[in-house]
């Protein structure tokens, strides 16, 4: 980013109307990405001085023990959900997981779901770190997935949303191709880095399941609603050009059982429709790059060149 | 800018959790527990009975509830009383007309104040679990141990003097503990605690002192939660509530016993408006075959046996 300017220069402008078509595999019209947040909150972190972790001094019992509620209860239950109904995670990894409850890292694993680095823990902040400090998580990040998994992550999503304003060219540095972090788009899109080949990937906080049920209220059955209106609109729109769907989730919040049978009609409809190509992240990042990723570029340039 | 070295540092980052209270587990691949009876699904109800002094301590912290305005708060010290004086009432009622057990987990103050309230609760076969001295009995890490212990100790003889028996069960305000607590709990000579919202099952926690049970009371699953914090209806608290019930039982078969806990706050359910939406739930999971409502003590004399 430009660091200092009002403006970040993350990206170009690229109205939504007038693109070169996106076109997904098999004539579909809208990619469709699950992406279990499979996390680890630590009960006594350290602080950091620019964001406080637990609203109570530690332990904060409830704060904990609800997320803790993902590791032992949430996950298996939305994971069976998911792979009977055909659905693959792209998954928000607090890596540290791989160590304290391999056995969830494994279970995604043998499910053929991708891994993405959401940090070391989802008690540690990247806000205030400087450059050696943040190659030191992405480094670990890596590695830590590879021995976990054999696989090699290709996205990011900074842990609990906290960023340095170099984040970005650092994981394109080590040829990571996309971030789950810019939410200006309902269609990949290239994002200016110093070096590498980034893009950022829709992965929407506003039908984030966090966002349903506590910033937004919803019952169970009224995020389900919004699930599937927000998927009739983007398959509908993706017959023009081809549209994402993020689908974020938390175990300990999906994964309740008030929650998790609501949740299971949305996957029904979707797998259901016939229009999604239901997907991984990394699969939808190797196509755009492959497919769209430069007529996006002249794109911008043309509009670039036409708004002057 | 840089972080504290340290702040990289993870002397935690281990197999299992970061804590030595209890160990991870998944609920779908423990031992399958069994109920008494024809019971597949047990349904405890804890009834939060509170009395909140007109002067409010935030000593750690203010008591969800608690008064808001400044002195004297007659719009929420009087709208807590009703709770207790009327909203009460209905709940008590609403459990005969369905031939449920609950457990009332009360302050010491209701006792001391009320007694005639702990004699009703009594009389109509339910058990009392204790619930702190009054709303200002908060407990978080800071709070001197032995003023803990002593509160724990007073919350406990307030209500034996009245009840004729000493709590076996305890939950504590907001579920707030300090690291001292569960020790002091299992020191206090209890059987189960109800603060830990990490399971769907009641699992052991384990202590210097020794080990007691945990039996989840699932915060989300609260008038508070769904109807105070998340603002949503009644009538979705019932549907929610209905729609866990049904998850639960379709998880039987293949897994073994289940537990709905229902947490009722009589200021909020105990509403003339609300508690028509509460007779009806309990009417549906009373009849459906295999549902029995358990007091907290019951699951715990059930399942103590069941479980590592």
Same mark, same amino acid.
């Given at each position: 980013?430009?660091e200092?300017e009002?403006?970040?220069g993350?990206y170009?402008?690229r109205p939504y109307r007038d693109r070169?078509p996106i076109?997904?595999p098999?004539?579909?019209s809208?990619?469709?990405?699950v992406?279990?947040?499979?996390?680890?909150y630590e009960?006594?972190?350290? /602080?950091?001085?620019?964001r406080?972790?637990?609203?109570?001094?530690?332990?904060?019992?409830?704060?904990?023990?609800h997320?803790?509620y993902?590791n +032992?209860?949430?996950?298996?239950r939305?994971?069976e959900?998911?792979s009977?109904h055909?659905f693959?995670?792209?998954?928000?990894?607090?890596?540290?997981?791989?160590?304290?409850?391999p056995?969830?890292?494994a279970?995604?694993n043998?499910r053929?779901w991708?891994f993405f680095?959401h940090?070391?823990y989802n008690t +540690?902040?990247?806000?205030?770190?400087?450059? /050696?400090q943040?190659r030191?998580i992405?480094?670990?990040?890596?590695r830590t997935v +590879?021995? /976990?998994?054999?696989?090699?992550?290709?996205?990011?999503l900074?842990?609990?949303?906290?960023?340095?304003p170099r984040t970005?060219?650092?994981i394109a540095e080590y040829?990571?191709t996309?971030?789950?972090?810019l939410y200006?788009?309902?269609?990949?899109?290239p994002?200016h880095?110093?070096s590498?080949?980034?893009?950022?990937m829709?992965?929407?906080?506003?039908v984030?399941d966090?966002?349903g049920f506590?910033i937004?209220?919803?019952?169970? +059955?009224d995020?389900a609603?919004?699930?599937?209106?927000q998927?009739?609109?983007l398959a509908?729109?993706?017959?023009?050009?081809?549209?994402?769907m993020?689908?974020?989730?938390?175990?300990?919040?999906i994964?309740?059982p008030?929650?998790?049978?609501?949740f299971?009609?949305?996957?029904?409809?979707?797998?259901a429709d016939g229009?999604?190509?239901i997907t991984?992240?990394?699969d939808?990042?190797?196509?755009?790059?492959?497919n769209g990723?430069?007529s996006?570029a002249?794109?911008?340039a043309?509009?670039?060149?036409?708004g002057r | 800018m840089s972080l504290?070295p340290?702040y990289?540092?993870?002397?935690?980052r281990r197999?299992?959790?970061?804590?030595d209270?209890?160990?991870w587990?998944?609920?779908f691949?423990?031992?399958?527990i069994?109920w008494?009876g024809n019971?597949?699904?047990a349904? $405890?109800i804890v009834?939060s009975?509170?009395?909140?002094?007109?002067?409010?301590?935030?000593?750690?912290?203010?008591a969800?509830?608690?008064m808001? %305005?400044?002195?004297?708060d007659?719009r929420h010290? %009087?709208?807590?009383?009703?709770g207790?004086?009327?909203?009460f009432?209905?709940l008590?009622?609403a459990?005969?007309a369905?031939g449920?057990?609950v457990?009332?987990?009360?302050?010491a103050?209701?006792a001391?104040?009320y007694p005639?309230i702990i004699r009703?609760i009594?009389?109509?076969?339910?058990?009392i679990?204790?619930h702190s001295?009054d709303m200002n009995?908060?407990i978080?890490?800071g709070?001197d141990?032995?003023a803990?212990?002593?509160?724990i100790?007073?919350?406990l003889d307030?209500i034996?003097?009245?009840a004729?028996?000493?709590?076996?069960?305890?939950?504590?305000i907001?579920?707030?503990?300090?690291w001292n607590?569960p020790?002091?709990?299992?020191?206090?000579?209890l059987?189960?605690?109800l603060d830990?919202?990490?399971?769907?099952?009641?699992?052991?926690?384990?202590t210097p002192?020794g080990t007691?049970l945990?039996i989840p009371?699932?915060?989300e699953?609260?008038d508070r939660?769904i109807v105070?914090?998340?603002?949503q209806?009644?009538?979705?608290f019932?549907?929610?509530l209905?729609?866990?019930?049904?998850w639960?039982?379709s998880?039987?078969?293949?897994?073994?016993?289940?537990?709905?806990?229902?947490?009722?706050? $009589?200021?909020?359910?105990?509403?003339?408006y609300?508690i028509g939406?509460l007779?009806?739930?309990l009417?549906?999971l009373?009849?459906r075959?295999g549902v029995?409502f358990l007091?907290a003590?019951?699951?715990?004399?059930?399942?103590?046996s069941?479980?590592?």
């Amino acid at each position: 980013m430009r660091e200092g300017e009002a403006d970040p220069g993350l990206y170009d402008f690229r109205p939504y109307r007038d693109r070169t078509p996106i076109r997904w595999p098999d004539g579909k019209s809208i990619a469709v990405w699950v992406s279990p947040n499979l996390e680890y909150y630590e009960i006594d972190p350290p /602080a950091n001085p620019h964001r406080k972790s637990w609203t109570k001094p530690h332990p904060d019992v409830v704060g904990y023990a609800h997320r803790d509620y993902a590791n +032992r209860v949430g996950h298996w239950r939305m994971a069976e959900v998911m792979s009977k109904h055909g659905f693959p995670g792209s998954v928000s990894l607090s890596v540290a997981l791989c160590q304290h409850i391999p056995e969830i890292v494994a279970d995604a694993n043998a499910r053929g779901w991708e891994f993405f680095s959401h940090g070391i823990y989802n008690t +540690r902040y990247s806000y205030g770190m400087d450059e /050696a400090q943040e190659r030191a998580i992405i480094e670990d990040s890596i590695r830590t997935v +590879r021995e /976990a998994t054999g696989q090699t992550i290709r996205g990011w999503l900074a842990p609990a949303l906290t960023h340095t304003p170099r984040t970005l060219d650092l994981i394109a540095e080590y040829g990571l191709t996309y971030t789950c972090d810019l939410y200006h788009d309902d269609q990949p899109g290239p994002v200016h880095v110093k070096s590498g080949k980034l893009i950022s990937m829709p992965y929407s906080l506003e039908v984030n399941d966090h966002y349903g049920f506590f910033i937004y209220n919803m019952s169970p +059955r009224d995020y389900a609603d919004a699930l599937i209106r927000q998927y009739d609109r983007l398959a509908a729109e993706g017959e023009t050009s081809g549209t994402v769907m993020c689908i974020p989730l938390h175990a300990y919040l999906i994964g309740q059982p008030h929650r998790i049978g609501a949740f299971e009609e949305v996957l029904r409809h979707i797998a259901a429709d016939g229009r999604a190509w239901i997907t991984r992240s990394g699969d939808i990042a190797d196509h755009f790059l492959a497919n769209g990723y430069d007529s996006a570029a002249a794109d911008a340039a043309r509009f670039a060149e036409n708004g002057r | 800018m840089s972080l504290d070295p340290n702040y990289l540092v993870y002397e935690r980052r281990r197999r299992g959790m970061d804590h030595d209270l209890y160990p991870w587990s998944n609920l779908f691949e423990r031992q399958p527990i069994a109920w008494e009876g024809n019971t597949v699904v047990a349904v $405890p109800i804890v009834v939060s009975l509170e009395w909140f002094p007109i002067q409010p301590s935030a000593t750690p912290f203010l008591a969800p509830g608690h008064m808001q %305005t400044a002195y004297p708060d007659y719009r929420h010290y %009087t709208a807590r009383e009703y709770g207790t004086r009327v909203g009460f009432y209905r709940l008590l009622d609403a459990f005969a007309a369905v031939g449920a057990k609950v457990t009332v987990a009360a302050n010491a103050a209701i006792a001391e104040r009320y007694p005639s309230i702990i004699r009703d609760i009594v009389a109509a076969g339910h058990e009392i679990a204790a619930h702190s001295t009054d709303m200002n009995g908060t407990i978080a890490s800071g709070l001197d141990e032995d003023a803990e212990r002593s509160l724990i100790a007073r919350a406990l003889d307030g209500i034996e003097k009245v009840a004729g028996t000493r709590p076996r069960g305890w939950l504590s305000i907001a579920r707030s503990q300090s690291w001292n607590t569960p020790r002091l709990l299992v020191q206090a000579g209890l059987d189960y605690m109800l603060d830990w919202v990490n399971d769907d099952l009641p699992y052991r926690i384990t202590t210097p002192s020794g080990t007691m049970l945990n039996i989840p009371l699932n915060h989300e699953l609260s008038d508070r939660q769904i109807v105070t914090v998340q603002q949503q209806s009644a009538e979705s608290f019932r549907t929610q509530l209905e729609d866990a019930c049904m998850w639960l039982e379709s998880e039987v078969a293949r897994f073994g016993g289940r537990m709905l806990p229902i947490h009722l706050t $009589p200021y909020v359910m105990g509403l003339p408006y609300r508690i028509g939406a509460l007779e009806a739930l309990l009417g549906t999971l009373r009849d459906r075959p295999g549902v029995s409502f358990l007091p907290a003590s019951e699951v715990s004399r059930q399942i103590a046996s069941q479980i590592a």
